[in-house]
């Protein structure tokens, strides 16, 4: 038979040993998204970052989708 053993103290919170920080990204735009580490026992945020991908990427996307459109058209 196994049994429980319930540690008290005034310093512990949350749930022990099952504590994990899990992330989340939040797109904020077309450009920009916000990224969250949470710790899932307090719910604290313990990381916040915003990424902003920066008209570089539009204008690389843009171009790259150009090119092979009309690389199929060529070959077509």
């Known amino acids: 038979m196994n049994t429980g053993i319930i540690t008290t103290s005034p310093n512990i919170e949350g749930n022990i040993g099952v504590c994990q920080v899990n992330t989340s990204r939040v797109s904020t735009g077309v450009l920009s998204a916000e990224t969250y580490a949470v710790n899932s026992c307090t719910g604290e945020v313990v990381q916040r970052s915003e ?8 204008f690389a996307t843009v171009i790259f ?3 092979v459109f009309v690389l199929s058209r060529e070959y077509n």
């Not at 990424?51 to 539009?58: A, D, L, Q, R």
């Open 65 to 67: 989708f150009g090119v």
């Open 51 to 58: 990424i902003f991908y920066g008209p570089m990427w539009f």
